[in-house]
């Protein structure tokens, strides 16, 4: 049997990381996991996240038994592997040279946009919490590795042309794209985190990509949030210059 194609999909929180799982799970050549460090985050940090201790019994808390879990047989022998991570549970001294093995892609999404939406669900904020300096880490050592930039994706780029934004991705990763990532039926998943309570009602009501949110004004954040944006925002437009499908792509890292 052949290895299965493995796609690492680094985000951040509040985009439209878990749609874009429910995208690749659609595909019945595809299997998917849903962010498998997050317990070994959680013990790390110890930081209170909501159902903190139902996360912490749902997944191993050992970073190398989750490497070897990702890297070992796919689950059901599928020929695709999607994989959903969190940049920020990728913390400083974790081993990260299992990704070499992986087509790595990266999700992203304005920080302010994700700081207005993160904060409802969490008070207190810090800029790790939203991953954006880490993802472009990530990046750059994935970028270093290639030779030229890895695959680039803008959550609202997908939302206003979901087969354009989708083709390209897999082009970008070594697939065909398959007319099924553009619909799912509603309801959660087996594959959902045991967190989806605290967080996923609006995906489990979804039945495919939603309409682009009208992002005309720039949200109203308190001055600590627009702090915390500002200084995110160097990063995020680091790789926001590759997006894929803009004349900017072409750029070298």
């Known amino acids: 049997m052949s290895p299965p194609v493995r796609i690492a999909m680094w985000s951040g929180p509040r985009n439209i990381s878990t749609a874009m799982m429910r995208s690749f799970e659609n595909r019945a050549d595809t299997a998917v996991v849903d962010e498998p460090f997050y317990a070994a985050y959680l013990a790390a940090t110890g930081l209170d996240h909501p159902m903190r201790d139902e996360v912490l019994a749902s997944q191993s808390t050992d970073w190398s038994q989750v490497i070897a879990d990702l890297t070992g047989q796919a689950p059901d022998g599928a ?9 920020h549970h990728m913390l400083p ?25 993160y904060s409802a669900k969490r008070g207190e904020v810090t800029l790790a919490d939203i991953g954006v300096e880490r993802q472009g880490e990530l990046f750059e050592r994935e970028a270093d590795r290639l030779g030229h930039a890895p695959p680039v994706i803008e959550g609202r780029d997908i939302l206003i042309d979901p087969p354009r934004a989708l083709t390209a991705l897999c082009a970008a990763l070594g697939i065909a794209f398959d007319p099924s990532m553009l619909a799912w039926p509603a309801g959660r998943r087996d594959t ?33 949030l627009q702090r915390i944006a500002d200084a995110a925002r160097p990063s995020y437009e680091r790789l926001a210059a590759f997006r ?3 004349s900017s792509g072409s750029a070298q890292p």
Not at 101 to 109: E, G, M
Not at 197 to 224: I, K
Request: charged share 20%; hydrophobic share 45%; no cysteine.
């Open 192 to 224: 959902d985190g045991v967190w989806a309570p605290a967080w996923y009602d609006a995906v489990e009501r979804s039945t495919g990509f939603g309409p682009p949110p009208d992002e005309a004004a720039p949200p109203a954040l308190s001055d600590e």
């Open 79 to 87: 020929a695709v592997f999607y994989q959903k991570h969190m940049t």
């Open 244 to 246: 894929i499908g803009l």
């Open 93 to 117: 001294g974790v081993d990260l040279s299992w990704t070499a093995q992986y087509r790595n892609a990266f999700l992203i999404r304005d920080p302010a946009r994700v700081l207005a939406s």
